[in-house]
């Protein structure tokens, strides 16, 4: 796949703003901002739950092993 360069980036700002007009274009920018953001932080808390999740079973199983050794 080949990158995209700076003609290539002109044309499709132009077809965008054709397309939402130069009202409409700022709107548009702040929601894919807003968007992005909030993509971001839902994946930071799906790491961070993922983590806790992994925490909490390696407490368990050694936890589990302890008890195991004493019996």
Known sequence: MAGLGAPELLIILAVV???FGSA???KL????G???KEF???LSE???ADEDAK????KKDSKDSKDDAKS
């Open 24 to 26: 409409k274009l700022p």
């Open 46 to 48: 799906g790491a961070k």
């Open 17 to 19: 703003l054709l397309l």
């Open 55 to 58: 925490d909490s079973k390696e």
């Open 29 to 32: 920018a702040r929601s894919l």
């Open 40 to 42: 971001k932080s839902g």
């Open 34 to 36: 807003q968007a992005q």
